[in-house]
């Protein structure tokens, strides 16, 4: 919580000290893919062994030298799990395929700092929402009685916009577990972003 508010008043203060004459409101188009940091998504040895994680999300943006944001978009996410027996040798499932989708809805605290006339860096911390639509058909213990249907991801990013051309990177933490019926590692991604912003 200290570094979020380390965060939030460096972006207070350098947006205010180097702003320039910048349009109140916003909005724009994110395409993003995320990276997992985390692979033990349960304490009974179910792990991740792949990752198709994309997103897309629309937003808007008001403000002066601080920006409030709110998106609204979809996240992909194709997951291949594996389980091991308590015997810790043989396989309960093995690289089982299971596809998840979600709506996502971000909410961020945003700075400005322009570094030429079309050129600006654009730091941000933030809380990203996710409730899940849909579970595909599998085999195996997913569903919606044993996933958790409302991930929460806290969320500290570093955008760079060349115009109207975005691409950032940023870190998203989990504030819950992967599973709701059982104890497991919170989620944790790299991610990074294209788009546009007008």
Same mark, same amino acid.
């Given at each position: 919580?200290?570094?979020?508010?380390?965060?939030?008043?460096?972006?207070?203060?350098?947006?205010?000290?180097?702003?320039?004459?910048?349009?109140?409101?916003?909005?724009?188009?994110?395409?993003?893919? *995320?990276?997992?940091?985390?692979?033990?998504?349960?304490?009974?040895?179910?792990?991740?062994?792949?990752?198709? *994680?994309?997103?897309?999300?629309?937003?808007?943006?008001?403000?002066?030298? #601080?920006?409030?944001?709110?998106?609204?978009?979809?996240?992909?996410? %194709?997951?291949?799990?594996?389980?091991?027996?308590?015997?810790?040798?043989?396989?309960?499932?093995?690289?089982?395929? @299971?596809?998840?989708?979600?709506?996502?809805? $971000?909410?961020?605290?945003?700075?400005?700092? $322009?570094?030429?006339?079309? @050129?600006?860096?654009? $730091?941000?911390?933030?809380?990203?929402?996710? $409730?899940?639509?849909?579970?595909?058909?599998?085999?195996?213990?997913?569903?919606?009685?044993?996933?958790?249907? *409302?991930?929460?991801?806290?969320?500290?990013?570093?955008?760079?916009?060349?115009?109207? #051309?975005?691409?950032?990177?940023?870190?998203?933490?989990?504030?819950?577990?992967?599973?709701?019926?059982?104890?497991? %590692?919170?989620?944790?991604?790299?991610?990074?972003? @294209?788009?546009?912003?007008?």
């Amino acid at each position: 919580m200290k570094k979020i508010l380390i965060v939030i008043l460096l972006t207070a203060v350098c947006s205010t000290t180097f702003a320039q004459k910048q349009k109140w409101r916003q909005f724009g188009l994110k395409i993003e893919t *995320n990276f997992t940091l985390e692979r033990n998504y349960a304490n009974d040895g179910t792990t991740l062994d792949g990752l198709v *994680n994309p997103d897309a999300y629309l937003f808007f943006r008001g403000g002066k030298f #601080i920006y409030g944001e709110i998106g609204f978009g979809y996240n992909f996410f %194709k997951g291949d799990f594996s389980r091991l027996n308590p015997d810790g040798i043989t396989y309960a499932f093995q690289n089982e395929t @299971v596809k998840l989708h979600s709506l996502m809805i $971000p909410i961020k605290l945003m700075g400005y700092i $322009p570094l030429g006339k079309v @050129v600006a860096i654009e $730091p941000y911390v933030g809380v990203i929402y996710q $409730p899940l639509i849909s579970i595909s058909n599998n085999s195996i213990d997913f569903s919606k009685k044993t996933l958790e249907q *409302n991930m929460l991801f806290a969320n500290a990013g570093l955008d760079f916009k060349f115009g109207p #051309i975005v691409i950032g990177a940023s870190y998203k933490y989990g504030l819950n577990t992967f599973f709701a019926s059982k104890e497991g %590692k919170k989620p944790q991604f790299v991610n990074v972003c @294209v788009g546009f912003q007008f």
